[in-house]
Structures are given as structure tokens and as C-alpha cells.
């Protein structure tokens, strides 16, 4: 079963359309709607919407969580009692984040990396910056101008745990980076593991390779990085869609490294030295 948590402030009809359509998927059971307690212009906004989205999921008798959402502290309080007993029960938990200010964004991703089956969504909307006056007219530098009036207090730092996170084990992490960056290089996809391993410079007719491959691939698989296909007697190794993502990144990473590698110079000393 799964439960839904929305925060309401602006665009509520974004909110509801993200709703439907994730409850044609997924079979919810609870529904929480977050609004801003601040006495203040957002909260004002926050309140009236969260009572318009309330009327239209009655049917699923919402559970209003008054929160401010530029309070780390706050929110944590909050909303990581209520989305750890959830999970708990074994329930998927699905997050929008579409309207959550910088600080609820940062705060919400914290608890779902703590947290599991928890997952984060946005609803984009179907026209964006319909409100921003044409580039290159007389208009779009005043309106610019006219945005531009807000004046900085001191930055807030925000709480992050001082523990990482590291997807890859430190023990495997080598041959699990040269997977995902062989599977990047090769379009995302293996037709089978021993091309993989082929690929990796390795012999796929030694069974200690083979075998410590096929425990890698399932703990990538795991992590939600790669999954496998079966195609008739062999197993297809692919990259998910965050394994694509992450698989990018160490591609570019490993590509930076080469570069930066120190060029051996090369001297002409005399003979006899």
C-alpha cells in the first residue's frame, strides 16, 4: 500500500493533477497534506489552498500536518516520525516536493535517504515562464529590474548527517566503477555478463571471475543501479535510470583524472652519467 504526502502552498491544481495520476499506478491507502503555519502572506496562501485540495481528496480522509517550511528543525519533527511509522507498516511513502522551498527540499531528501521506500516527486507543469515578459524587449530587462529587490540576511547553513552516503562499498568500489563506466561507454546495456566482462579486460571462462561478477551485478542491482533482463539463455545487464546518471558522473570523473595525470618528461642526459 502506498501513502502520499503533499505539501500545498502555491499550485495546488499542480499537486492534484501529480495525485491522479500516481493514484492510476499505485493502490494509496493514506494522505497527508502538509501547509505552512507562519502567520504570514505564504502561509495565508498555503492555508487556503491546502482547505481547496482537502475538499477534492475527502474521499481518502487527508490528515492535515501544519509545518513552516523554512524550518529544517521544524519539518524534521514533523514529518520523520510520520514517514518512519509508515514505513514501518511496509508501506511505500511518495513525497512531492514541487512547491517545498529550498529548506523542506533539503530537509524531506535528508529523511528519504534515511528512510526506505521513501520516494520523491515533482509535477512539472505544462507551460513554465509564461509569466516572464519576451527576451530581448524593453519589458524583460524592467521586469528583471523589478524582481531583482530582495536583500540577503546571513546564509543558513543547513543540518545534513555528518555520515555520508556511499552507495558503493569501499571493498568492490574499483570493479563496480568500472562496470557502470564500461556499461555508460557501451550505450547502458550487456547482452549477456560475459560481454561485460569481456569488455573489462577479463576472462568470462574463469568461474572465479565469472562468479564475482555475477555477485557484483547483483549488488548493483540492488542498489538500484543496474537490473537484468532475460533474453532467452542470457541475462541482459542495464543500467537504470539513476545508473545511467551516476554512471555519467564517474565517466566524467575517471575522464578528468586522465587528464590531470603528470607527463612523464623526457630527458637527454649525457652519456656516461
Known amino acids: 500500500m502506498v501513502v502520499v504526502v503533499l505539501y500545498i502552498c502555491f499550485n495546488p491544481t499542480l499537486a492534484l493533477d501529480g495525485f491522479e495520476y500516481l493514484r492510476r499506478l499505485k ?11 507562519k502567520k504570514d502572506r ?9 482547505k481547496k485540495v482537502y475538499r477534492k481528496l475527502s474521499f481518502f480522509r ?34 512531492d516536493v514541487t512547491s517545498m522551498p529550498p529548506e523542506m527540499v533539503s530537509c524531506v ?30 519589458r524583460f530587462e524592467e521586469w528583471l529590474e ?5 536583500r540577503g540576511l546571513e546564509p543558513v547553513k543547513l543540518m545534513l548527517p555528518e555520515e555520508r552516503l556511499e552507495i558503493l562499498d569501499d571493498s568492490e568500489k574499483p570493479l563496480a566503477e568500472r562496470i557502470l563506466i564500461t556499461l555508460y561507454e557501451k550505450g547502458g546495456k550487456a547482452n549477456a555478463i560475459k560481454d561485460l566482462i569481456e569488455w573489462c579486460g577479463e576472462n568470462p571462462r574463469d568461474n572465479v571471475v565469472k562468479n564475482r561478477y555475477s555477485r557484483m551485478i547483483d549488488d548493483l542491482v540492488r542498489k538500484g543501479l543496474v537490473y ?12 537504470t535510470e539513476f545508473g545511467k546518471i551516476y554512471a555519467k558522473a564517474l565517466y566524467r570523473i575517471s575522464q578528468k583524472l586522465k587528464q590531470a595525470r603528470p607527463v612523464a618528461l623526457i630527458r637527454n642526459y649525457p652519456t656516461g652519467i
Open 62 to 95: 487527508p490528515q492535515p500536518v501544519k509545518v513552516n517550511p523554512v524550518s529544517f528543525e521544524n519539518v524534521f519533527f514533523k514529518l520523520y516520525p510520520l514517514v518512519y511509522a509508515e514505513s514501518l507498516e511496509g508501506r511505500e511513502i511518495y513525497i
Open 146 to 150: 523589478e524582481k531583482d529587490n530582495k
Open 42 to 50: 505564504y502561509g495565508a496562501v498555503s492555508k487556503r489552498n491546502a
Open 27 to 37: 493502490p494509496i491507502e493514506k494522505v497527508y497534506i502538509l501547509y505552512d503555519m
Open 228 to 239: 537484468k533482463l532475460h533474453a532467452g539463455r542470457e541475462k541482459q545487464v542495464c543500467l
Open 109 to 138: 531528501t535528508t529523511i528519504a535517504l534515511m528512510v526506505p521506500r521513501v520516494y520523491l516527486y515533482v509535477v512539472p507543469a505544462i507551460q513554465r515562464g509564461d509569466f516572464i515578459p519576451n527576451p530581448g524587449t524593453p
